[in-house]
């Protein structure tokens, strides 16, 4: 299961009746951690945890200090100072040398489920909200606010409010259409499943795009390309990564992104094949109204459809995080 929050609130949909849950959020950090402030994690009862707050040093003892809130139904404020020698957090063994606190909160129905299916209900419609949690050790009360179209983006992804409250913007996981279902479409689909984003994979031909093949696409989609210039996943979607290896094909998906809300499109093949393409469809570079990666992904190296689906989700990841996609330690450039 990826750690991606919808994914969290999918499997916890499915079971908040049949076990005891607390949710976790990192609220606060300094120096080095593992995840930043805003960071989830779901615990239940069967000792289970679902979301990462750490690399997997915190999470026992979270769990741990988790019991107590079953027991008084309030939340606890927890820390851990990687800085201190005598703080837990070097009993633990844990070396990062920073700082985290954690915000424990008894999830059930008096507290109305602290709002988390109004949260999975938005984050489903693909809807950007926040999400409002008081920091205390009272009783919990949380609050899912929706960010309007008109909402300026600040730049980060949460925030303190004020003294008691923290708000934590949340997005819905990255929509990409795949258009291509040939062999090499299927790791690409598996990881990017496997990343936690929803995938659109669209193949009008017959024998292609069998769901035993697919079984983790979000759907699969049969329909003629040219037809599809209606569809409401085009308003949506963050990639659209073209790749059914037919020119007439490609040409028809690439003109049909170009009115989309992508905000990277891949085309896999040469630059020569691509003037080909560009040609059928009917466009010109500077007719694009979208920047076109082509060719397609990072400079990782392997030439074998899992290296190549790698190389393709990490340009696409680097694009959607805004990220430079360089090496962290510089390796590559001794």
């Known amino acids: 299961m990826s750690n991606r929050i919808s994914q969290l609130l999918r499997h916890w949909t499915a079971n908040r009746d049949k076990q005891l849950w607390v949710l976790a959020t990192i609220i606060e950090t300094d120096g080095s951690s593992y995840r930043k402030a805003g960071a989830m ?11 990462l707050l750490s690399g997997g040093c915190l999470e026992s003892d979270i769990m741990r200090q988790a019991r107590r809130c079953w027991e008084n139904q309030r939340s606890r404020i927890i820390e851990y100072d990687m800085r201190e020698e005598e703080d837990l957090a070097w009993q633990l063994g844990i070396g ?8 424990l909160q008894p999830v059930h129905a008096k507290n ?3 709002k988390l299916e109004e949260l999975n209900h938005y984050l489903e419609a693909r809807q950007e909200v926040e999400y409002v949690q008081q920091v205390d050790e009272g009783l919990p ?12 983006d600040t730049g980060s992804s949460s925030s303190k409010e004020s003294p008691q409250l923290f708000v934590h913007r949340l997005n819905p996981a990255p929509l990409i259409a795949v258009f291509g279902a040939g062999v090499d479409a299927r790791p690409l689909v598996a990881m990017a499943c496997e990343l ?3 995938v659109l994979l669209v193949d009008p031909r017959v024998g292609y795009a069998k769901p035993e093949y697919f079984t983790k696409a979000t759907e699969i989609i049969r329909q003629p390309i040219a037809q599809l210039d209606s569809a409401s996943w085009l308003g949506q979607i963050d990639v659209a990564l073209i790749l059914t290896h037919n020119i007439k094909l490609d040409a028809a998906a690439l003109r049909l992104v170009q009115g989309s809300s992508a905000k990277y499109v891949g085309l896999l093949g040469p630059t020569h094949r691509t003037d080909r393409v560009l040609a059928i469809a009917e466009l010109s570079r500077s007719d694009l109204s979208k920047p076109l990666a082509n ?6 190296g392997g030439e074998l459809p899992e290296s190549i689906a790698l190389s393709m989700l990490a340009e696409a990841h680097a694009v959607l995080e805004k990220a430079d996609g360089l090496s962290i330690s510089g390796i590559l450039n001794q």
């Open 112 to 114: 109305d489920y602290l």
């Open 295 to 300: 060719p397609v992904g990072l400079r990782l």
């Open 41 to 51: 994690m779901l615990i239940n009862d069967l000792g289970q945890y679902f979301g």
């Open 96 to 103: 990062c040398g920073g700082m985290v606190r954690i915000l």
């Open 196 to 198: 936690g984003w929803q």
């Open 141 to 152: 009360v949380n609050e899912v606010r929706v960010i309007g179209k008109s909402h300026t």
